[in-house]
C-alpha cells in the first residue's frame, strides 16, 4: 500500500480528526490554580519481565517533565483481573482520573502508550473526555497519540525498527516482527508498516497474532525466499504473553513452531519496543505536544 494511499484511508475512516491531540474545557469548576499532571495508559502485562519496559517509560518521561506528577493507568480489564487475583493492584484510566479530581489537578496529559489507534485507544479517548465534560470536572484533558498515528510516525517507527535489529543478523536472514492485530480498522496500520520496511529490507517481515499480516503469510513468503533463519521480534511495548508463548513458545501453533516445521532456524528476541529508547522519544514527543496545549 503507498503512503499516500494510507493517507485518504485514514482520512475516510475518520482518524485523521480522532488522532488530533484532542482536549475538553470545563468552564463550570470553581477558580483553582493550574495544577498539571500526565496519566501513562498501558495496555498492560502480567508478565513480570514485561515491567522492564514500562520503567523505561517512565523514567524517560520523568526526565523530560521533571516538575509534573506522572500516574499510571491500564486498560485492560482481563489483565488487571489476573493481577488482582495475585494481590497486586493495578487502575484504570477511570480511577486514577477521579483520584486526580480530588487531589484538584485541573490540566491532565493521558498519554496512550498503545501502538495503534485501535479499539483500546478509542476507548480510552471516549472515556478521559468525559472527565472534562462534567460539572467541577478536570478544566483540560488533552490525549496523546500512540506510537503510530501520522505518516511522520510510521516513517519514524520503522526506521527504529532497522534501527533495533540485532547487529549479527546477515542479510539473507529474515527479521519477523509480530504485532497485536486487531479487527478494528487501524490494523491497516500493519500493513502499511510492512510496506514500509519492504522499501528498505526485503527480508523484513511485519505479522499480527489478531489481524493481517498473519503468520501463513509470512511463511509463505519465507519459503518463497528460501529463508533459512529467522529473527522473531514483537512489535508489542512489552515482551509478554504474546512475545513469550504465541511468537517464541515451545507449542506447535506458535510462530517459532510454525516456522520450525519449514526448517527455518528461529532466534526469539525478547524484549518490547519500549525498552528500545528510539520508540520512547515517539512516545514522548506526542506526550509533548500534549502537554504543550496547556500553554
Known sequence: MQIDALKRVLVLLGFVSLLLPTSTSNA????LPMKKGILLVAFGSTIPEAQVAFENIDRSVKKVFPGIPVRWAYTSRIIIRKLAEQGKHLSTPEEVLSDMMRENFTHVAVQ???????????????????????????????????????????????????TIIPKERKKKDAVVFMGHGTHHPANVYYAALAYRLK???????VGTV??????????????????????LMPFMSVAGDHARNDMAG?????????????????????????EFQEFVDIWVDHLRIAVDHFR
Not at 28 to 31: Q, T, Y
Not at 115 to 141: D, W
Not at 199 to 205: L, T, Y
Open 250 to 274: 515451545p507449542e506447535p501453533d506458535s510462530w517459532k513452531s510454525i516456522l520450525e516445521k519449514e526448517g527455518i532456524e528461529c532466534v526469539p528476541v525478547l524484549k518490547g519496543t519500549a
Open 28 to 31: 463550570h469548576g470553581d477558580k
Open 199 to 205: 522499501k528498505s529490507d526485503a527480508n523484513i517481515f
Open 112 to 162: 496512550s502508550l498503545h501502538t495503534i489507534p485501535g479499539q483500546e485507544f478509542h476507548g480510552l479517548v471516549k472515556n478521559v473526555h468525559r472527565f472534562a465534560g462534567m460539572s467541577k470536572g478536570l478544566k483540560r484533558v488533552i490525549v496523546g497519540y500512540p506510537l503510530l498515528a501520522t505518516t511522520e510516525d510510521l516513517h519514524r517507527v520503522a526506521e527504529a525498527m532497522l
Open 210 to 231: 489478531e489481524g493481517w499480516p498473519e503468520i501463513d503469510d509470512i511463511r509463505a513468503d519465507l519459503k518463497k525466499r528460501r529463508i533459512r533463519k529467522a529473527y
